[in-house]
């Protein structure tokens, strides 16, 4: 049964390739079919596969499958190698699962677009390459993936490449991502020098032997691998590309840029978490990056006026929230999350390109209003996934994730209570914007007519997922509420279990606390945006409001500094040097000889008497030099 | 015998198309296909039968050899011979021929008859100096290639063509006069030192120079390399020549006579003059980079498509530079991979260069946009050989670049960190083809039909090969490996040999750990 | 053997002779003037020959003047028929109108 496990990745790219070969000769309806059929009979194998699995391999943690040997170069031996155990498990299912409800929306959404097959055909490569990502057994493997998925992140964001904007955002999430990719390649090559092989349990196994805790190259190596998952996953000061990328399809930003690959990062930290447990400052930097993520992200998020703009922030905001946990090394809880945030980020982005849709490609929220009665599934659907988001208290998933990260950056070996502030004021914050989002879009009146409702295909997809963004949370439970730890449990034989510094009777403190940041968030926004909206204007008239509000607005001047900093200087060396300075170095010579015969051809004058003069003049010369010498 | 046989096909096919061309204008094409059909037939089953061998028995590196007297007062001889490296590089030079005359089959309506010739005559060149084992022959092979080159681009180049040719005969003709000298201060240094005067190389490469004099000969045979690679401060007749030459002149300039300089440079910088070769290395590897980082800034800013091109070249040639001195097998088999990737992807980004030249009469960026919606086959194509030229996994260009840097990383750190930029940058200008040429709002072209059966043809071809070889290089790797081998072990014996003492077993203990690095599995 | 005249007398006249047929060409505008001087010049070097023959008892003296004489006749004739035609084509024998020649 395990076998079958290269079946995965490989349906998804059959699907592909029979798109690319055939796709404009098919029938919408079989090109939606093979999308659509790819990735759901890949995530029925899944299912097969993780079932199997977790009934039989309780003693053999991984399985390992080898496809071919990649190449072989002195000792350098890569292979096409699948490696499955708990938590590519959870990956490939949320990949898989996700990927085919978003694939199924996808036909619904992208009926009438012309370029139907091929935005199928990048969606199921994408979804390959996410697969070979999570599958790989070794690092250069997982970079096939991760480059991969940066490809058809490129290709989705620019969908609608005749738009150059669009365009634009997707060199820029390319380029972006391609420096922590580069950055990650060094790393490669560190590991491969420190341990003579690229294959990640190797390492793992290897790490602490090779490697004194805390020594540079450990340092080293874990912040080039942490660079290369903060340019995947959006973090400071890597994240400008994300809220561009929303130029993409909305399924495209749900799949991608929610739920799979910008979790890539935290996939990454988590497989090499042995790596990063060697290094209590690299693992202080993923921390720290996080929570200045969140936080940043968060304040940005506070004030879009954009829909996806709004969630893309909130995405980069809450993936700091993982990478926050990785930092304090509750691994689990980054990875309960991650699954959570999937479900119900997908469902978000999903609801809104409904929204977005029926208002005929409305993403301004400032226009929306009043889509409570008039889309009472989506507004409902939307609800929950918002409600999960804010991490209410009880009934959402988004508590039990979120709530345990916040625990764990108070109560963990390296957590503090400057992280545990940090994370509880980005929930408050987060409940906020998520409040706002949902009163501009659903409630007051209504200020754009709808054009027509989303279809089957797209509302059953938001049902399941709002239905998972509910119940996943109860797969993993505090202790204080039934102590169910059913997560944990399947991902603890890969990750280690954090270590805690405070006592574990203490946790309903914070979980009060972390009640009272989300209903303050809440209850703030109802008050400025529902109840009062004149405070808010009046806020408005203010200018150092306004300026922050700016500043916030465009992500903290990011995109600025870097465009005056790197890129401009760029383009500009570029653009100066566009004729190749080089060269003129060569048309300089090229130049003196013809200078020179100018030069000489200008003494051949055509005066016979002149040349005799010339001889005479020289075997004087001569002879006089005979005679004086 | 088979080495002469290539030759031969191709020269005589190049002068039965000069003479049937007076008659016919289009028999010089079909005998020009032919002809390289048959060139790639008898190597590529060579090779196969070869490929056997080459796995089962390593330690014999050179796989035919041919050898005649020629003028032997001057102990010149005719000895042509070929080890895993040759084969490889003849292969690739088949299969380019074929594809260049493919794509000049519509281009070219002038004196087919003389194009083919030429054309044939590079390819005859061209292999003549992967197979030479005599400098002389080697020398002559050498400018056997430049001058029908200097006629190919001269008469049937676009508009600025007489000065792209000049440029670029100029440039390699003083160099190789240059590495001429430096091969006659060999000669009479190895005649002096053994009463012997030979060209052969093999008996050359016993030669014991004083350590200056071979440095400055090695610089003599340095600067040819160089300046056909291209190396960062010689780079500048490539872009003119690139950009001026039809589009098989291009695609065999990329694919095949860069690949010479770095051919030479395996073959013969480092084998006659490792020493010399190792006190350059720090100076070259700096140079690979430069251009790396110079050749992808540059490539950024042009309009022109081919030009651009061009300058992804010297960008990608930057990396060959410092794997070859990174001295390291890892580096040495990336720059193989290299060599043969970049043929492939280079040689495909100018041949769809001249596909939309034909359509829309430019080169110009700035007057193209939105092909993608008019030429979708060509668009997938082009994105994929963008994507193959930024070194995307998957494909042979990541193959080629991942291990030049993971090579060269061991040889320096530094170095290989700012080479690394160069992927980030690479991902700047091949971003900026696709956006250019096929995103972005269209403008009002006529009608334009995507891909012909022919073009179809090629692109398919170079489309499989370079997957297959990001997929699975392995077969390229093996048939390198004895000759890489050989490379590596003469670096690590010349390391020992300047050291101290040359303790007796040392050598005893290299062969053993050279027959151990066959053992696989 | 005896001569009354001393080598270097005649070796001055030659030279004066010689510098008389350069100074003839370099200063004369006429073509005809110029090879007349050159003729000069030709016979001054063939009287050094004949004297330097002399001086050492020689016959190879004579010999190269027998030599110079056969070409300077050959030169005559033709430098001759060279004048004749560009008098035809240009209409002037003047040296300084017939540069055409210039870089």
Redesign the interface.
């Known amino acids: 049964m395990n076998n079958l496990l290269w079946l995965i990745p490989a349906l998804p790219l059959a699907g592909f390739l029979l798109l690319v070969a055939a796709g404009k000769h098919l029938s919408s309806k079989l090109v939606a079919l093979t999308g659509v059929g790819s990735i759901s009979l890949s995530a029925l194998v899944t299912i097969m596969i993780g079932l199997n699995f977790l009934s039989s391999a309780t003693d053999k943690e991984t399985y390992h499958q080898t496809l071919w040997t990649w190449m072989d170069v002195g000792g350098f031996r890569p292979e096409i190698a699948l490696s499955l155990d708990a938590l590519s498990l959870v990956f490939v299912f949320v990949i898989t699962f996700i990927g085919s409800l978003i694939h199924v929306y996808s036909a619904g959404f992208m009926a009438a677009d012309k370029d139907y097959s091929r935005f199928f055909a990048c969606m199921n490569l994408f979804v390959f390459s996410m697969l070979i990502l999570v599958l790989a057994d070794n690092l250069l493997l997982m970079y096939l993936g991760w480059e991969g998925v940066g490809l058809c992140s490129y290709l989705l964001i620019g969908f609608w490449y005749e738009n150059p904007a669009n365009g634009y955002a997707a060199r820029k999430a390319f380029v972006i991502t391609r420096i922590g990719d580069t950055a990650m390649a060094l790393g490669l090559f560190t590991i491969y020098y420190q341990f003579g092989t690229l294959v990640m349990s190797e390492i793992s196994a290897n790490a602490a032997s090779v490697w004194q805790p805390n020594t540079p190259i450990a340092t080293v190596t874990a912040l080039l691998l942490l660079a290369g998952g903060m340019g995947k996953s959006a973090q400071l000061p890597l994240q400008t590309w994300l809220p561009d990328a929303m130029a993409g399809p909305s399924p495209v930003s749900a799949l991608i840029h929610a739920a799979t690959m910008v979790t890539a990062g935290v996939y990454l930290i988590a497989r090499m978490h042995v790596l990063f447990e060697l290094s209590a400052l690299a693992q202080m930097i993923v921390a720290g990056v996080g929570a200045v993520t969140l936080l940043v992200a968060g304040f940005s998020a506070l004030t879009q006026y954009d829909i996806k703009r709004v969630l893309a922030y909130s995405t980069i905001s809450q993936i700091g929230y993982m990478f926050l946990a990785l930092g304090v090394g509750a691994w689990t809880a980054a990875i309960f999350h991650f699954m959570i945030h999937a479900f119900f980020k997908a469902l978000l982005f999903l609801a809104a390109g409904a929204i977005i849709e029926a208002l005929g490609h409305e993403h301004n929220m400032f226009k929306m209003g009043g889509l409570k009665d008039k889309m009472p599934l989506v507004f409902w659907t939307f609800l929950i996934g918002a409600a999960s988001l804010s991490a209410l208290p009880l009934i959402s998933a988004g508590f039990y994730s979120k709530d345990q990260i916040l625990w764990y950056a108070w109560a963990s070996e390296k957590g503090s209570p400057i992280l545990w502030f940090i994370a509880i004021f980005g929930a408050f914050i987060t409940a906020a914007y998520t409040t706002r989002m949902m009163i501009l879009t659903f409630w007051g009146v209504t200020r754009t007519e709808i054009g027509h409702h989303p279809g089957k295909l797209m509302t059953i997809p938001l049902i399941i997922l709002a239905f998972f963004s509910v119940v996943a949370g109860f797969i993993e439970l505090p202790h204080n509420f039934g102590h169910f730890t059913l997560f944990s449990d399947l991902l603890h034989r890969v990750l280690p279990s954090t270590v805690l510094q405070a006592d574990e009777s203490s946790e309903w403190k914070f979980q009060l606390l972390a009640f009272l940041a989300t209903f303050g968030g809440i209850y703030l926004v109802f008050i400025y945006y529902y109840r009062e909206p004149y405070k808010i204007e009046r806020l408005r008239e203010n200018s150092s409001f306004q300026s922050l509000y700016r500043f916030w607005h465009n992500g903290w001047g990011f995109d600025r500094l870097f465009d005056l900093v790197f890129v401009n200087p760029f383009v500009f060396i570029a653009q100066i040097n566009k004729r190749d300075i080089v060269d003129r170095f060569y048309d300089g010579i090229t130049s003196v000889t013809e200078h020179l015969y100018r030069l000489?051809?200008?003494?051949?004058?055509?005066?016979?008497?002149w040349y005799?003069?010339g001889m005479?003049i020289g075997a004087i010369i001569i002879l006089g030099l005979q005679i004086m010498l | 015998m088979i080495l002469v046989w290539l030759i031969g096909i191709f020269m005589g096919g190049g002068t039965a198309a000069l003479i049937l061309g007076q008659w016919n204008k289009s028999i010089p094409r079909w005998v020009a296909l032919a002809t390289a059909l048959a060139g790639f037939l008898l190597v590529a089953i060579f090779w196969t039968n070869q490929y056997q061998m080459i796995n089962t028995h390593p330690s014999s590196v050179w796989l035919v050899d041919f050898k005649r007297d020629w003028i032997s007062s001057f102990g010149i001889s005719f000895h042509l011979s070929i080890d895993g490296l040759s084969l490889l590089l003849l292969v690739l030079t088949c299969f380019l021929g074929i594809l260049a005359v493919l794509c000049s089959w519509k281009e070219i309506t002038e004196r087919t008859g003389f194009y083919y010739f030429n054309l044939l005559w590079i390819l005859a060149g061209v292999s003549g100096v992967f197979m030479a084992m005599d400098l002389f022959l080697f020398y002559f092979f050498w400018e056997v290639m430049l001058i029908p080159m200097y006629f190919l681009i001269g008469i049937w180049g676009s508009e600025n063509r007489v000065y792209a040719a000049y440029k670029f005969f100029i440039f390699t003709q003083a160099s190789g006069l240059l590495m001429f000298l430096a091969i006659l201060g060999l000669y009479f240094i190895h005649g002096q030192n053994t009463g012997m005067y030979t060209f052969n190389y093999f008996e050359l490469m016993e030669t014991v120079i004083p350590s200056e004099t071979g440095l400055w000969l090695m610089l003599g045979f340095m600067v040819a390399f160089a300046v056909k690679l291209p190396v960062f401060p010689f780079h500048t007749w490539l872009p003119d020549a690139h950009s001026e030459a039809p589009t098989a002149g291009s695609l065999i300039l990329a694919g095949l006579l860069l690949k010479t300089g770095a051919y030479g440079m395996l073959r013969f910088v480092i084998p006659l003059f490792p020493a010399a070769a190792e006190q350059m290395a720090l100076p070259a590897m700096i140079l690979g980079v430069a251009g790396i980082v110079y050749g992808a800034v540059l490539a950024y800013s042009q309009t022109d498509l081919k030009r651009l091109v061009a300058f992804t070249s010297v960008s990608h040639m930057g990396f060959v530079l410092m794997g070859i001195f990174s001295f390291n097998e890892l580096a040495f088999q990336g720059v193989v991979m290299q060599l043969v990737t970049h043929a492939i992807s280079t040689g495909a980004l100018f041949i769809m260069a001249g596909m939309i030249k034909e359509r829309l009469h430019t080169r110009d960026m700035n007057q193209m946009g939105g092909l993608w919606s008019r030429m979708p086959k060509m668009g997938a194509v082009g994105l994929l050989f963008a994507m193959a030229s930024l070194g995307l996994p998957g494909l042979g260009n990541f193959i080629a670049e991942f291990l030049i840097l993971l090579g060269a990383f061991k040889a320096s750190v530094w170095i290989t960190t700012v080479a690394a930029l160069g992927l980030v940058f690479s991902a700047a200008y091949s971003l900026r083809i696709v956006q250019k040429i096929f995103w972005g709002p269209q403008d009002g072209y006529g009608h334009i039909r995507d891909f012909s059966l022919r073009e179809i043809l090629v692109m398919t071809t170079l489309t499989l090969s370079i997957i297959g070889l990001g997929l699975y290089p392995q077969p390229v790797i093996d048939t390198a490996a004895p000759a890489i081998n050989k490379l590596v072990l003469l670096l690590e014996t010349d390391k020992t040999q300047v050291g101290k003492v040359t303790k007796p077993d040392t050598q005893q203990y290299l062969v053993k750990k050279y027959q151990e690095s066959y053992v696989r599995k | 053997m005896s001569s009354s005249v001393s080598t270097e007398i005649v070796m001055l006249l030659a030279a004066l002779l010689f510098v008389l047929g350069?100074t003839g060409?370099?200063i004369r505008k006429n073509i005809i003037f110029?090879l007349l001087s050159v003729e000069i010049m030709l016979n001054a070097s063939g009287l050094a020959f004949v004297a330097a023959g002399s001086r050492w008892g020689q016959p190879d003296g004579q010999v190269m003047f027998i030599f110079i004489l056969a070409m300077a006749a050959a030169e005559v004739s033709i430098g001759l028929a060279l004048i004749l035609q560009i008098y035809h084509q240009h209409k002037s024998l003047d040296?300084?109108k017939?540069?055409?020649?210039?870089?």
């Open positions: 000489l051809s200008a003494t051949q004058t055509g005066s016979l008497r005799i003069m005479v | 350069i060409v370099i110029m040296i300084d017939l540069r055409e020649m210039n870089g």
